[in-house]
């Protein structure tokens, strides 16, 4: 009895750890896209870039080894202008690969709607 107890403790640890419902919720996400993230970089407290309609943000990690790598990377629509509207030649251009150093200034939030001027 105390096996069982045990292993039903382990597997419900495994199987709802906040790691694992947190990759469920991005699975749900991606497949309905929800792509809405905005990316915004800082240095030295000023905007510098600004990437819209971002899916999410992944930790590189490396091939061989078993370590994560110091940045994070995703793709997105970069505001060149940093007007906070996706325009027509940024939209032409489509998204672009990104990466963030981990000890930079930067904001990941879900802008909430479309950045596409109505």
Do not use: C, H, W
């Not at 107890?5 to 597997?11: D, Q, R, T």
């Not at 078993?66 to 509207?85: E, S, W």
């Amino acid at each position: 009895m105390l096996i069982l107890l045990l292993g039903g403790f382990v597997a419900f640890r495994y199987f709802f750890s906040p790691e694992r419902l947190n990759q469920i919720g991005r699975t749900v996400g991606t497949t309905f896209g929800f792509d809405y993230g905005v990316v915004e970089y800082y240095s030295m407290g000023r905007l510098v870039a600004r990437f819209f309609n971002v899916e999410k943000l992944t930790t590189a990690s490396g091939t061989y080894e078993n370590q994560t790598r110091p940045y994070r990377f995703g793709y997105g629509y970069r505001d060149a202008n940093l007007n906070g509207v996706l325009d027509a030649d940024e939209d032409a251009a489509g998204k672009a690969y990104f990466e963030v150093p981990v000890y930079a200034d930067y904001l990941y939030y879900d802008g909430k709607r479309d950045p596409r001027p109505r």
